[in-house]
T-cell receptor
Framework: TQTVSQSDAHVTVFEGDSVELRCNYS??????LSWYIQHHGRGLQFLLK??????VVQGVNGFKAEFSKSDSSFHLRKASVHWSDSAVYFC???????????FGKGTSLTVIP | EAAVTQSPRSKVAVTGGKVTLSCHQT?????MYWYRQDTGHGLRLIHY???????EKGDIPDGYKASRPSQENFSLILELASLSQTAVYFC???????????FGSGTRLTVL
C-alpha cells in the first residue's frame, strides 16, 4: 500500500522567510513524486516532479524539492516566500502510467506580509 | 494551455436524489480521473478512465458510477446521493508518460 505523509498540517511564516514543507512516502517500486499547489477555492496545479536523475528538482516560482531515497522523503523548499504563496500544498506519489496518484493530506501555508 | 472544465461549480442535492457531475477536457489527454476531497483527507480516487467507453474503479468507488462517452467528457454519477457524499469533487486529466495531472476547479457538492 502506498502512503504519503505530510507531517505538518499548517505552517505559518513571514514574507521573505524560507520554508520547508515535508513529505514522506512509503512505496516499494519505482515512483514519480510530485508537488501540487491549491489556492483557496481552486483546483490543484502542478508545481514539480521527480522520477530519476538529479535529486533536486526545480519548479515554478522559486520552489524546489529534494528527493532522498534513504529517508523516503521529497521535501519542498523555497528560499524567500511571498504572501501569494499562501495556499495548500499537496505531495503525491504515482507508479507511473495510468496508475493512481496517492496524495498526502496537504500542508496549509500561510505567509504573513 | 491544458484545460479541464467542471460543471456545476456547486450543487445542493437532497438525500436519495440523483446527481451528475460533468467534466470536459480540451487537452486531448487519454486519461481522466475523478477525485474526492474531504477536509483533512487529501484527495482520494473514485473512478478513472483511460479510453472512451471504458471506466475503472478507484479506491473509493462505492456509491458512484462513471461514464466516459468520448475522450473529452467524463461524468460522475451519484444514483442515490447520501449525506456522506458531501465533499468537493475534482476532475483531472493526464497523458500516458506525462505523469502530471491537470485539474478542474472542482464541484462543491452538498447533500442535505
Amino acid at each position: 500500500t502506498q502512503t504519503v505523509s505530510q507531517s505538518d498540517a499548517h505552517v505559518t511564516v513571514f514574507e521573505g522567510d524560507s520554508v520547508e514543507l515535508r513529505c514522506n512516502y512509503s512505496y516499494g517500486g519505482s515512483i514519480y513524486l510530485s508537488w501540487y499547489i491549491q489556492h483557496h477555492g481552486r483546483g490543484l496545479q502542478f508545481l514539480l516532479k521527480y522520477y530519476s536523475g538529479n535529486p533536486v528538482v526545480q519548479g515554478v516560482n522559486g520552489f524546489k524539492a529534494e528527493f532522498s531515497k534513504s529517508d523516503s522523503s521529497f521535501h519542498l523548499r523555497k528560499a524567500s516566500v511571498h504572501w501569494s504563496d499562501s495556499a495548500v500544498y499537496f505531495c503525491a506519489v504515482s507508479a507511473g502510467g495510468y496508475q493512481n496518484f496517492y496524495f498526502g493530506k496537504g500542508t496549509s501555508l500561510t505567509v504573513i506580509p | 494551455e491544458a484545460a479541464v472544465t467542471q460543471s456545476p461549480r456547486s450543487k445542493v442535492a437532497v438525500t436519495g436524489g440523483k446527481v451528475t457531475l460533468s467534466c470536459h477536457q480540451t487537452n486531448n489527454h487519454d486519461y481522466m480521473y475523478w477525485y474526492r476531497q474531504d477536509t483533512g483527507h487529501g484527495l482520494r480516487l473514485i473512478h478513472y478512465s483511460y479510453v472512451a467507453d471504458s471506466t475503472e474503479k478507484g479506491d473509493i468507488p462505492d456509491g458512484y458510477k462513471a461514464s466516459r462517452p468520448s475522450q473529452e467528457n467524463f461524468s460522475l454519477i451519484l444514483e442515490l446521493a447520501s449525506l456522506s457524499q458531501t465533499a468537493v469533487y475534482f476532475c483531472a486529466s493526464s497523458n500516458w508518460g506525462a505523469e502530471t495531472l491537470y485539474f478542474g476547479s472542482g464541484t462543491r457538492l452538498t447533500v442535505l
